[in-house]
């Protein structure tokens, strides 16, 4: 019997330890739950986050191509993001996810055959990155749940907003993308939302403020945690989850049905 954590979502997702292995039943089973429950008792799970580089005019800078999310989206409407991304469900293969999101997002269709592996490796514990080369001319369309594409410098942590503020992104209509764009594959066994960039109204409040000397990154990894009940360790990029445990939502789940 598989056991799986509900609740009126039908996305399920896999559940992973902190050392990205899966959290398995008695009957070795990975344990699934539900997305929504997931995100409300900060239950570790994978997503992959795709990032599409090109070069840049200025000699050893790339470009970094970011999707504006649409202003429908629950989570940081109208906010600027990596190229694109999301849950990986039930999949095993950060890859075949991250292909299908940048298919759903950015109407890419990527050929897995014609992607050449330049670095697998840990890009801090506990992400793996990988980093492919495509050198197939590609048609980029915005997805449903994008407003706008932007190419900004990579060197995008405090820098990002000034450039933004002062230069603005223009929109990026489907046309062909640059040759030779290198993909990025972030899998990451929960859901980091640092990569997000914040908007202009997140950026007057006094909250920011008080944060300039802290990296932008930085800033927004503490921001999420602080408002879903988690706490990062000064000694370490670990986090501390602070909400029901795995096994008692097993059980309550059990007991639920049991009653029924």
């Known amino acids: 019997m598989s056991v799986c954590l509900r609740d ?3 996305e399920l997702l896999n559940v992973v330890k902190e050392d990205g292995s899966f959290f398995t039943t008695d009957a070795g089973e990975i ?3 539900a997305r929504g429950i997931a995100h409300t008792y900060g239950i570790w799970h ?3 986050n795709v990032l599409l580089v090109s070069p840049h005019s200025s000699p050893g800078e790339v470009n970094v191509f970011l999707q504006k999310r649409s202003p429908k989206k629950r989570l940081f409407p109208g906010a600027w993001t990596v190229s694109c991304g999301g849950h990986m469900g039930r999949a095993i ?3 075949k996810s991250a292909l299908r999101e940048a298919t759903e997002e950015l109407g890419l ?3 897995p055959g014609h992607l050449i ?3 697998s490796g840990n890009a801090g514990f506990p992400n793996m990155l990988k980093v492919w080369r495509y050198d197939r001319k590609t048609i980029l369309q915005m997805g449903r749940e994008v407003e706008c594409f932007g190419y900004a410098p990579a060197s995008v942590d405090r820098e990002v907003m000034e450039y933004i503020e002062t230069t603005g992104l223009d929109d990026f209509p489907a046309q062909d993308a640059p040759v030779g764009l290198e ?3 972030f899998n990451r066994e929960f859901c980091f939302y640092y990569l997000y960039f914040p908007t202009e109204k997140q950026v007057e409040s006094p909250e920011f403020r008080d944060k300039e000397a802290v990296g932008l990154k930085e800033v927004l990894l503490q921001d ?3 408002g879903h009940r988690h706490e990062r360790t000064d000694s370490s990029e670990t986090l501390i989850t602070h909400c029901v445990s795995i096994e008692q939502l097993i059980h309550q789940n059990l007991a639920k049905e049991n009653v029924q």
Do not use: G, R
């Open 109 to 111: 269709s990527l050929d």
């Open 46 to 48: 994978q997503t992959t």
């Open 183 to 185: 993909l990025e594959a």
């Open 117 to 119: 592996p330049l670095h």
């Open 224 to 226: 999420f945690l602080a």
């Open 31 to 33: 344990l699934t739950v």
């Open 93 to 95: 293969d950060p890859l």
């Open 8 to 10: 009126d979502a039908s």
